[in-house]
């Protein structure tokens, strides 16, 4: 009886160790698996991020297009009010036309 004791008692560590085995297995494929999930979400994140610097870098770029373009808008017109009165008048409702329209259409895109 003592014997079938120790060999049900054998049996019984030996299922249980082999059930810790498993769970531990299991428990390593999870933790492998949500360190796969955290890298492609980072990688992921980290490209939306590149994209987006991106984005703004050429909007940035745009912006600073249309001020320099108006920076030499103004120019023209100072320089054409030196001139001439007259001269700027009949000039300043063409150039003013062309540049109110580039502003409109630059600001349909922001």
Do not use: Y
Request: with cysteine; hydrophobic share 35%; glycine share 0%.
């Amino acid at each position: 009886m003592k014997g079938e004791f120790e060999k049900t008692a054998e049996h019984i560590k030996s299922q249980a160790e082999h059930t810790e085995r498993q769970i531990k297995q299991q428990f390593e494929k999870l933790h492998q698996f949500l360190r796969d999930e955290e890298e492609a979400t980072i990688t992921a994140l980290r490209e939306e991020e590149e994209q987006k610097k991106q984005m703004m870098k050429e909007k940035l770029e745009e912006m600073n297009r249309h001020i320099s373009a108006l920076s030499h808008t103004i120019k023209d017109m100072e320089e054409m009010m030196k001139a001439s009165d007259v001269c700027f008048l009949k000039e300043f409702p063409v150039s003013m036309e062309r540049r109110v329209i580039c502003w409109c259409l630059w600001s349909l895109c922001f």
